[in-house]
């Protein structure tokens, strides 16, 4: 049994590089698809929003001479891809997956709604959603908080480098100390950045948790799924 049972498992372009910084580890899409193949297995709904920052971040196309909403809408189009590389290694996995998008772009994958993804998650498939949230001047963190919100998730997973929440960039600072819990609030008070302040107003005026934790771990997730107090909870 898992403590939860259906989730909205949020990955960044960046972590799929590995250590290149940019295009795709095939040791990480691996390591990532055999962890939510896993899941899936188990029964758990899985649905994934996955940035774009190791192809293109649009805010980048700003200092390129690109206008801000081509640039956003160039990096919507790197999310994509990182969702159809995503299913690829899900394929591998023998785990059935559908790539839905925010926009329209059949046959690459079909236009995202709250009624087709539930229906696929229920049959069994892992639900990628591409394209972020089809707006300009939104993050993927946002898109990921509005999916989880719309599909009916009990938590939203936020899979990074680093295992949970701490005072400061552990990767920077060696003196940086780890939350194991937080409010809403306290993350707000303490000026923590996590994920940008439009996802975290959705999650907390949606009362939905999130937890931090390190997704490069090979059997983190399901670790999280079986409630072990790995990484960080942040709830109301």
Avoid: W
Avoid at 93 to 116: H, N, Q, W
Avoid at 121 to 138: D, E, K, L, Q, R
Avoid at 164 to 172: L, S
Wanted: glycine share 14%; net charge negative; hydrophobic share 40%.
């Amino acid at each position: 049994m898992t403590k939860y049972n259906r989730i909205l498992l949020k990955l960044s372009g960046e972590s799929l590089a590995g250590g290149a910084g940019t295009g795709f580890a095939s040791e990480v899409l691996a390591s990532y698809a055999s962890q939510i193949a896993a899941a899936a297995g188990k029964g758990v709904q899985v649905a994934i929003v996955v940035g774009g920052g190791n192809i293109f971040r649009g805010i980048q196309g700003m200092g390129r001479g690109v206008d801000r909403v081509k640039g956003d809408q160039m990096g919507m189009l790197a999310t994509v891809i990182n969702s159809l590389a995503l299913q690829s290694a899900l394929a591998a996995e023998g785990a059935r997956c559908k790539v839905l998008t925010s926009i329209r772009m059949e046959p690459v994958g079909e236009l995202f709604s709250k009624d087709r993804a539930l229906e696929y998650m229920a049959s069994g498939h892992v639900v990628i959603i591409g394209g972020g949230t089809g707006n300009p001047y939104f993050t993927t963190d946002s898109a990921a908080a509005l999916r989880a919100i719309e599909v009916e998730a009990d938590v939203l997973l936020k899979g990074t480098r680093v295992d949970g929440v701490y005072t400061a960039d552990p990767e920077k600072d060696p003196g940086a100390t780890k939350f194991d819990a937080l409010t809403f609030d306290e993350v707000y008070s303490r000026g923590l950045r996590i994920m940008d302040l439009t996802a975290f107003t959705l999650c907390r005026e949606n009362s939905l948790p999130v937890v931090v934790f390190d997704m490069d771990t090979e059997g983190n997730l399901g670790r999280v799924l079986e409630g072990e107090k790995i990484g960080t909870i942040i709830k109301n």
